[in-house]
């Protein structure tokens, strides 16, 4: 299933499902007996999905897609960690920056917290930070959590994940820059604006492109129609599975966390130089889609 939040007609957010081309209100097609909102159901999904289950193949869509306005599928994590899991990215990025990339990085996942209080959706216009001139987008998937859980093994981490969608950790490089020359962050240079989107995928439906414990989902980035980044998430280096025991070792997670793969190789400005492309100016539009998880599109202000 393809769940989304959406603005309906009226001007009220609401949380559902994509049906026939349409949108199911989960709250209105089961009458009251489902949240209006994605936080409160992920929250209770044991109580929730056997009444999806039982509605889901003759709800009729409320609202076709024209008539709403999809936002960020989860517009409030309860918590957001992004990981660093793409070889390829790192050696690249090492690279530009010149700072040499640390063996520690191959001992263990490593993650940052960003905000989880500042989701866009998918055509949501993004403002780039007035003090920054280095804009960049980075080209990611996510999953969801959708079960309590704290020092999970990789080996029952599957059992943890509700889903998973586009993310595009906007960055700005400047500002980030900056601020790490202090050994804290990345913080300024990437709080600003996260995108995910446009809907979040069950796990169930990425399984045709399990290769072990990852996904063969091609990758691709494009700026204005062109296309700039173009990679592959079977790359990874960390599979989803470390990330959240790494992730949950002394900590507990919780549903609705947002835990973010990092970039794909290739799948940001910083990798490619300005002998590719400049940074991201207002006008420009991102387009990121994945494999089975759709297009997310935005628009620099």
Known sequence: M???????????????????E???????????????????????????L???????????????????????????PTTFRDFVSFET???NASARTGLPLSKEWYEIPVFYFSNPHNMRGTGAEIPRPKKSSQMDYELELACIIGKQGSNIKASEAEDYIFGYTILNDWTARDLQAQEMKVHLGPAKGK????SIG???????ELEPYRVGDRFDLRMTAKINGKIISDGNFKDIYYSFAQMI??????VTLYPGDLIGSGTVGFG???EHGPEVHRWLEPGDEVELEITHLGRLTNKII
């Not at 393809?2 to 026939?20: C, P, Q, S």
């Not at 024209?66 to 599928?73: F, I, Y």
């Not at 025991?245 to 002394?250: L, N, Y």
Request: glycine share 6%.
């Open 2 to 20: 393809k769940f989304v939040t959406f603005k309906n007609n009226n001007g009220l957010v609401r949380a559902g499902w994509l049906r026939d």
């Open 22 to 48: 349409g949108v199911v209100d989960m709250h209105s097609a089961s009458q009251g007996k489902l949240p209006d909102n994605m936080k409160d159901f992920l929250w209770d999904l044991e109580n929730y």
């Open 50 to 76: 056997p009444i999806v289950n039982e509605i889901k193949d003759h709800a009729n869509p409320d609202y076709t897609l024209g008539e709403v306005q999809l936002l960020a599928p989860l517009p409030n």
């Open 89 to 91: 990215h790192m050696k």
């Open 191 to 194: 709080d600003f604006a996260t």
């Open 198 to 204: 446009p809907y979040i995928v069950t796990k169930d």
């Open 245 to 250: 025991e790494r992730a949950s070792e002394e």
């Open 268 to 270: 940001c400005l910083l």
